[in-house]
């Protein structure tokens, strides 16, 4: 994904800011790595998921990386160990 359709995408759905280890729920499509993150927990439509089916588990995904999923597949649901994302909302 080009940077300029990730900025037209954030400016037309919003985004949210996580950057701390609290739970965030709401509804997004993916999330830009803003600084060095581990994730903990994630919920793919209203279900939890084993990290390692997407690759996710005990790795630091690096700042500057874009994560998105299947249009089909909405995060409902995220927590982190570390770091700072954003997420891109699907509405």
């Known amino acids: 994904m080009e ?4 900025q037209k995408m ?3 759905r919003g985004f949210k800011v ?3 280890t609290a739970e965030l729920t709401g509804s ?3 999330f830009s790595v803003w ?7 994630l919920e793919i439509n209203k279900e ?3 990290l390692s089916d997407y690759g996710l588990n005990s790795i ?3 700042q500057g990386a874009l994560v998105y999923f299947a249009e089909h597949e909405i995060i409902t649901s995220i927590t982190l160990a570390s770091g700072t994302i954003y997420l891109l909302k699907t509405k």
């Open 35 to 41: 600084s060095d993150t581990v994730i903990s927990a």
């Open 48 to 50: 939890a998921v084993n």
């Open 3 to 6: 940077n300029a359709e990730l």
């Open 18 to 20: 996580l950057s701390n």
């Open 60 to 62: 630091i995904i690096p």
């Open 28 to 30: 997004f499509m993916g």
């Open 10 to 12: 954030i400016s037309h």
